[in-house]
């Protein structure tokens, strides 16, 4: 059984939302990188995203036994 498909319209907007979150932070991060350096940025990168990742099991607790 497949699952069921979006509307049209929902998925058009979610495709318009990640277009332009996409382009706000592509600048944002070219600038972060030559400001701060592009090691230095993509270890916070790396940092921010396992925080965060780890953060996800007690936010979601249905979620905590996949991991």
């Keep these: 059984m497949q699952p069921p ?4 319209s929902q998925a058009t ?3 318009t939302s ?4 996409n382009a706000i ?3 944002l991060s ?3 990188a030559s400001t ?3 090691k230095r940025y993509f270890m916070g990168s790396i940092g921010a ?7 996800n099991p ?6 905590g036994s996949a991991i």
């Design 49 to 55: 995203f396992s925080i965060a990742s780890r953060q």
């Design 30 to 32: 070219g600038w972060l």
């Design 58 to 63: 007690f936010r979601m607790p249905a979620m």
């Design 5 to 8: 498909e979006p509307p049209q």
């Design 36 to 38: 701060l350096g592009r």
């Design 25 to 27: 932070i592509l600048p």
């Design 13 to 15: 907007w979610v495709l």
């Design 18 to 21: 990640y277009t332009i979150t």
